[in-house]
């Protein structure tokens, strides 16, 4: 095939062909503009000193193109910016021609008639040569002239080329979009999808536009098998209704990486994304208020435990943005904190921030080290979220979610009163409301503890003699939320990875719902509620209406172009199946453990009015679980829980899978 033969030519191959091509275009330019205007007499042919500007017209257009750049242009990639590279050159190149052509008139060395409808008409014809050629040569390098369909680049891989979709919104991103596709070759875009009524039922792109309330017949009409969105624009609750409207139809949908990120090579069209979840969520972020993102951050010694988790990375990320003078890492995951470490530790290279980096191993169970940490780095406001949060796993390792959650939480507090920290925000959790696991009860157990400590100006701190008391400038704050997306454990990639493998979709009971937020969305909402607190105080972010987990189960599969296997339709593509709800799983979640919520300046940001127990009350109970585990009992750890957070209900008896061997055992 010729194109073949073409497209495996050498650059050098390339370059040449190019310039040769050029100039039998300015000479036809040159020709046509001649004869155009002098064809009434006879002229036909340049004769004389025409002869020479013949000559000096591709000696001079040539130079100059190459100078400008005009042959770096990959015709397969041609484009606006390479067309206004040719306008440049062409007029630079004409421009030099016209002043050497009348230079040489008036000292004597041209005798030739230099007709300025000539010029302007060869001017004309050039830029309509050069570059009507390269769009022509485009369309034939990268269109199917000839070949019923088949693109250029065959190869054993390419079974899934051509397929058919169409593109949801054809503004400037879908174009960009469009064109994209065309050069990766994967999929052949056939329509676009816009209700901007000015587009519908007009070509865009040599395509018929169509309306949403029109994709029944779209589909039919040009056999679309995918639907991208390019939508940047658009709200998350306008993307979901969009989205809630697809459903319905036998089509994948999916979403393309940030169209900037496309147009300078970072991800290439390839990396199709599935729909973000957050667009079926629907859930508009609100912009955060820089005066509270700064209050405690700004300037200040910052410290986040569990700095390599879910939560606790994203609170590093926002942090370093606002300027920090130090960011303490304090990580017990070797593999986590150096991930969490080089990923920061270039932001900081890149964007040239004057932000000391620590890394530091650890464990909050470790007091003296925390201690250590803090005073060596002064710190001033710490972020706690390191704790163990899946309900099935602390459920069954109960001394371990016990000395994690509380008395972790309480070595932090203690070490930061110690240590004069001004600001201390713990990362709490809706499952910490009327708990029905040890997750939650341990996670609400240490919220009672901030509480306390909060109320004392003085305190006898846990552990310690009780004639020692340390002067309290410690603002506690704790701020609870639910599931977060993305996290580790959760429900979406699960999902996403058992629809890929076709099913079973395994949900835990039919009726069960959770609240979901985004990592990033949950991180900004903690930093500002922490800077809102007075001491002691609960937030509760407001996390939306929860979502129904089969729905979400549900609109997952058909949103990847598949049917739901059920008692309507048993030749579905994937079942949902039921497993039963895990030990501790609660049907749904709370947020508040009392009424009346109390509104904030922040309208996402909640401050609840719980009951609390003073220090003094919380210190023999504390001792009584502290001692229960050292004797692995259970029963009494169990009687404590219950006496002390308010609402636990266990679902089912307390089991430590250790205790539990090693009772079976003994026996």
Sequence with gaps: M???????????????????????????????????????????????????????????????????????????????????????????????????LFFMQSVGWLDAVLSRSVLFMYWCLSLGLLGGVRLVARDYFMGDWFTAGKPVYQNR??????????????????????????????????????????????????????????????????????????????????????????????????????????????????????????????????????SLFERCIKGHAVMVTGAGGSIGSELCRQILATSPSTLVLFEHSEFALYAIQSELQSWVRIHKLDVQLVPILGSIRNSTRLRHVMSAWNIKTIYHAAAYKHVPIVEHNIAEGIMNNVFGTLNVAQAAIRCQVENFVLISTDKAVRPTNVMGSTKRLAELVLQALSAESAPCLWNEAPSVAHLNRTRFTMVRFGNVLGSSGSVIPLFREQIRLGGPITVTHRDITRYFMTIPEAAQLVIQAGAMGKGGDVFVLDMGEPVNIVDLARKMVLLSGLSVRDEQTPNGDVEIAFSGLRPGEKLYEELLIGDNPQTTAHPKILKADEASLCWNELLPILNTIRQAVRDDDYDTIRESLLGTVQGYKPSNGIVDLLYEHHQRAVD
């Design 2 to 100: 010729i194109r073949e033969r073409l497209v495996g030519l050498s650059y050098r191959q390339k370059r040449l062909l190019q310039i040769v091509t050029d100039v039998g275009f300015i000479w036809a330019a040159l020709w046509s503009a001649y004869y155009i205007r002098f064809w009434a007499d006879g002229w036909l042919w340049p004769q004389g000193d025409e002869i020479g500007i013949f000559l000096l017209a591709p000696v001079i257009a040539v130079p100059v193109f190459i100078r400008m750049g005009m042959y770096r242009a990959v015709l397969r990639y041609f484009g606006n910016e390479a067309l206004k590279c040719i306008l440049k050159a062409v007029s630079c190149g004409f421009v030099v021609l016209v002043g050497i």
């Design 157 to 290: 891989l390419d079974k899934i080329a051509s397929v058919p979709v169409a593109i949801f919104g054809a503004g400037a991103a879908g174009m960009q979009l469009h064109a994209s596709i065309r050069v990766g070759r994967m999929y052949k875009v056939v329509a676009f999808v816009d209700d901007n009524p000015i587009l519908v039922g007009r070509l865009v792109a040599g395509l018929p536009v169509y309306s949403s309330l029109q994709l029944e017949r779209m589909i039919s009409t040009c056999g679309v098998k995918e639907l991208f969105l390019a939508i940047p624009s658009a709200s998350r609750t306008r993307r979901q209704q969009i989205l809630a409207h697809l459903q319905q139809f036998p089509v994948h949908v999916r979403t393309v990486p940030g169209i900037m990120d496309i147009a300078s090579g970072k991800v290439k069209i390839e990396d199709l994304q599935e729909v973000d979840i957050v667009d079926l969520l629907g859930r508009d972020a609100v912009p955060p208020d820089s």
